[in-house]
Structures are given as C-alpha cells and as structure tokens.
C-alpha cells in the first residue's frame, strides 16, 4: 500500500460503558496527551460515541488515537497495549486523588475512520 490521502491508519477508540461525564473524559485524554511513549506516535483526536443500549441519549463522545503514518496492524496493538497501561495509571491516580469509582475507559483497536 503506498502512502497518500485515504490511506488506512490504525485507530483505538478508547470509550467506557454506561454514562460518562465529560470532564473524566477531558482528564484522561489530557493525560494520554502528555504519556511519552505516545506523543508523536498518535494524534488524541475526539469522536461522537457509538449508540449503547440502555444509555440515555447525549453529547457523548469517545477519545480516538490515531497513529501517525501507517504502520499496520501491530503498531495499532502496541498502541492498544500503551493505552491500556496508560488507563490504568490514571485510574491509580484518580483513586489517589478522592475519586473511589473513575470510569472504566478501554482501549480497542477500531478500524472507522474518523
């Protein structure tokens, strides 16, 4: 595949279950924003969510990255691997700053563009 407009990039669409309030959603992608072994490898981009059952209707949205340049598959599994670790120690942190139930973001490769 050569490079060029339209190409395919991996994407990981990083969401969490249920009703999310917009500023975890502003925290987390802050701090996958500042995660070294993420910056400039991938653009934190964000994207409407996917319709859930049994979630009211709402402005809700998900956090995307998206890699820079194409990389293929395994890049986009590296930057599933990274985003989880980096999930879970924001989770950590937000525990240790009060926060006793912060979302339950994950992070999944996804192939829409967006």
Known sequence: MT?????????VRITAPGH????????LESW???EPELKGRVQVKRAARRAES???MGPQMDIVLQAVGWFGAATATQ?????????KEWRTSRRALGDTAPPDFRAEQ???QV
């Open 3 to 11: 490079q060029g407009e339209g190409e395919l990039r991996p994407y």
């Open 79 to 87: 930057i599933v691997r990274q985003a989880t670790e980096s999930i």
């Open 110 to 112: 996804d192939g829409e």
């Open 20 to 27: 999310v309030l917009e500023e975890d959603v502003q925290s």
């Open 54 to 56: 049994g979630v009211p």
């Open 32 to 34: 996958l924003k500042g």
